[in-house]
């Protein structure tokens, strides 16, 4: 492992990072808030303006020290695996200058939830009030446009940005993307990266102008696309998106079911290839999903006195909001019947597509471990039978189902022994189960004394930790932080660095 490759690497990120300070000290300068010698300086605009100081100095400090340059694979992991950590401890500055957050565990917490666009909140807020009465507009704003950009990835916008990043860009790409493969757009992985963030842009801004036109202001619609597009949850509301109308509930339901799609399959209906969206197995499967368990729930949660399109608008929201892991809420879904509850806590598992800005397992995954276990059930009793695993009609090699495999295991193992630890430290099973499945899985908002409603503030700091640690583990997809701690690759690696000496 050649580190000052890494501390390079990790300063260009953090260089790049930087510049999206600049929107929320326009936000700031825009309200003019807080200021420090009254009529003068806006406090927080003074402060995002230390800030993107300070972020571009420490990222030309670790490109001086280190040596940006190409990489190799163990390092590409170690470059995306630590600069998300970086990042996650720089976004966190705002929220404790700006005095909105108190104490380092707790605006830790919020920013990691933010960039790993989870969505759980230690943010308490009374009852009857607004966020928008209690906190300034421009930390808040951050606290969105943290999520959206971790949405595609900080990685991504890197790739597609800087042109040092054209050799080991597939590596990066590969280490952060989610879902078991990375699907190359264009024969450039630079141009792949670019064309991910114009579809994802694209989606951003066509909801930004619907949810404007039909009643949000713009800050507002800006906020709840930031959180919509990155599957991330956070809103600007108390009562989340449950505060606003019917309508605005149903864009924001459609919005949600795009983010849940893989964005290939989303860029070729562009190109006119909308077939190929339809005939793709993971699409099909995901959209079974979302429809099943939307019919099922508005059969659970029917009223006669409320009718059948208000089960089937909760229903179909708050099924989108949890299958694509982004944790919006318009009513208190843990009121609901059991069956209605345990159907939230699967999906929370299943989560989006691979190549989606939703966590989870992934849907092409649950239907591979699915292909896996019935070709065991054909072959009991007849070992010698070859039975090739196809998905749409090509078969999956061996070593990519060992790896599913072994991420489908590793991704319950680390769901038991979170569970098993958070309960320790004083949470209810329901409360601690949840909690763990909904920061594995970035989803936000659990069940029990985690619920839509409520928030994670009552949890230990030592709790806190543990899930921000899972957060960032489930968005990189577990193997990629995973690797860093084999003391195995660095032999290796200082190994094939002492031959290539020699």
């Given at each position: 492992?050649?580190?000052?490759?890494?501390?390079?690497?990790?300063?260009?990120?953090?260089k790049?990072?930087?510049?999206?300070?600049?929107?929320?000290?326009?936000v700031?300068?825009l309200?003019?808030e807080?200021?420090?010698?009254k009529?003068?300086?806006p406090?927080?605009?003074?402060?995002?303006?230390?800030l993107?100081?300070?972020?571009?100095?420490?990222?030309?400090?670790?490109?001086?020290?280190?040596m940006p340059?190409?990489?190799?694979?163990?390092e590409?992991?170690?470059?995306?695996?630590?600069?998300?950590?970086?990042?996650?401890?720089?976004?966190?500055?705002?929220?404790?200058?700006?005095?909105?957050?108190?104490?380092?565990?707790?605006?830790?917490?919020?920013?990691?939830?933010?960039?790993?666009?989870?969505?759980?909140?230690?943010l308490?807020?009374?009852?009857?009030?607004?966020?928008?009465?209690?906190?300034?507009?421009?930390?808040?704003?951050?606290?969105?446009?943290?999520?959206?950009?971790?949405?595609?990835g900080?990685?991504v916008l890197?790739?597609?940005?800087l042109?040092?990043?054209?050799?080991g860009?597939?590596?990066?790409?590969?280490?952060?993307?989610?879902?078991?493969?990375?699907?190359?757009?264009?024969?450039?992985?630079?141009?792949?990266?670019?064309?991910?963030?114009?579809?994802?842009?694209?989606?951003?801004?066509?909801?930004?102008?619907?949810?404007?036109?039909?009643?949000?202001?713009?800050?507002?619609?800006?906020?709840?696309?930031?959180?919509t597009?990155?599957?991330?949850?956070?809103?600007?509301?108390?009562?989340?998106?449950?505060?606003?109308?019917?309508?605005?509930?149903?864009?924001?339901?459609?919005?949600?079911?795009?983010?849940?799609?893989n964005?290939?399959?989303?860029?070729?209906?562009?190109?006119?290839?909308?077939?190929?969206?339809?005939?793709?197995a993971?699409?099909?499967?995901?959209?079974s999903?979302?429809?099943?368990?939307?019919?099922?729930?508005s059969?659970c949660?029917?009223?006669?006195?409320?009718?059948?399109?208000?089960?089937?608008?909760?229903?179909?929201?708050?099924?989108?909001s949890?299958?694509?892991?982004?944790?919006?809420?318009?009513?208190?879904?843990?009121?609901?019947?059991?069956?209605?509850?345990?159907?939230?806590?699967?999906?929370?598992?299943?989560?989006?597509?691979?190549?989606?800005t939703?966590?989870?397992?992934?849907?092409?995954?649950?239907?591979?471990v699915?292909?896996?276990?019935?070709r065991?059930?054909?072959?009991?009793?007849?070992?010698?039978?070859?039975?090739?695993i196809?998905?749409?009609?090509?078969?999956?090699?061996?070593?990519?189902?060992?790896?599913?495999?072994?991420?489908?295991?590793?991704?319950?193992?680390?769901?038991?022994?979170?569970?098993?630890?958070?309960?320790?430290?004083?949470?209810?099973?329901?409360?601690?189960?949840s909690?763990?499945?909904?920061?594995?899985?970035?989803?936000?908002?659990?069940?029990?004394?985690v619920?839509?409603?409520?928030?994670?503030?009552?949890?230990?700091?030592?709790?806190?930790?543990?899930?921000?640690?899972?957060m960032?583990?489930?968005?990189?997809?577990?193997?990629?932080?995973l690797?860093?701690?084999?003391?195995?690759?660095?032999?290796?690696?200082?190994?094939?660095?002492m031959?290539?000496?020699?």
């Amino acid at each position: 492992m050649r580190w000052r490759v890494v501390m390079g690497n990790i300063g260009t990120v953090v260089k790049f990072f930087s510049f999206a300070m600049f929107i929320p000290l326009l936000v700031s300068l825009l309200y003019w808030e807080e200021p420090l010698i009254k009529g003068f300086y806006p406090m927080n605009a003074l402060i995002f303006l230390f800030l993107i100081l300070f972020s571009v100095t420490i990222g030309l400090l670790l490109e001086r020290v280190g040596m940006p340059s190409d990489f190799s694979d163990t390092e590409a992991l170690a470059i995306v695996s630590l600069s998300w950590l970086v990042i996650a401890l720089i976004s966190t500055l705002p929220f404790i200058l700006s005095g909105m957050i108190p104490g380092f565990t707790n605006a830790f917490f919020e920013s990691m939830s933010g960039l790993t666009t989870t969505g759980a909140t230690i943010l308490e807020i009374p009852a009857g009030t607004d966020y928008l009465d209690n906190y300034p507009h421009s930390i808040m704003l951050w606290r969105a446009l943290i999520q959206w950009l971790g949405g595609m990835g900080v990685i991504v916008l890197s790739v597609a940005i800087l042109a040092r990043f054209t050799q080991g860009g597939i590596k990066l790409l590969q280490a952060e993307s989610p879902g078991p493969t990375l699907t190359k757009l264009k024969p450039k992985i630079t141009h792949t990266a670019k064309v991910m963030w114009l579809v994802y842009c694209g989606f951003s801004l066509a909801e930004f102008v619907i949810l404007y036109i039909c009643g949000m202001n713009a800050y507002e619609a800006l906020y709840h696309t930031f959180t919509t597009m990155a599957s991330g949850g956070f809103s600007s509301r108390v009562g989340s998106v449950g505060e606003f109308s019917a309508v605005i509930q149903w864009i924001i339901t459609f919005f949600m079911i795009v983010t849940g799609v893989n964005f290939a399959l989303l860029y070729y209906s562009f190109r006119g290839r909308v077939k190929d969206m339809l005939r793709d197995a993971e699409f099909r499967m995901y959209m079974s999903v979302f429809l099943i368990s939307a019919a099922v729930i508005s059969i659970c949660i029917y009223d006669a006195q409320k009718g059948i399109l208000d089960a089937g608008r909760h229903s179909a929201f708050q099924t989108a909001s949890i299958l694509s892991t982004t944790g919006y809420a318009t009513v208190n879904f843990d009121t609901w019947p059991d069956l209605a509850r345990l159907i939230l806590l699967l999906l929370m598992f299943i989560g989006g597509s691979a190549g989606s800005t939703g966590g989870g397992i992934k849907n092409i995954r649950i239907l591979i471990v699915l292909k896996i276990l019935w070709r065991k059930f054909k072959k009991l009793g007849r070992d010698r039978m070859v039975i090739p695993i196809k998905v749409a009609g090509t078969p999956v090699p061996e070593s990519l189902l060992d790896n599913i495999t072994t991420f489908f295991l590793l991704y319950l193992l680390l769901f038991v022994v979170g569970t098993g630890v958070i309960v320790s430290m004083g949470l209810d099973l329901v409360s601690g189960a949840s909690a763990v499945a909904a920061s594995l899985g970035n989803v936000g908002p659990g069940l029990g004394s985690v619920g839509p409603v409520k928030n994670y503030a009552f949890i230990s700091s030592g709790g806190k930790i543990l899930l921000a640690v899972l957060m960032w583990v489930g968005r990189l997809e577990i193997f990629t932080v995973l690797a860093i701690f084999n003391p195995g690759i660095y032999k290796r690696e200082n190994n094939i660095s002492m031959r290539r000496q020699i």
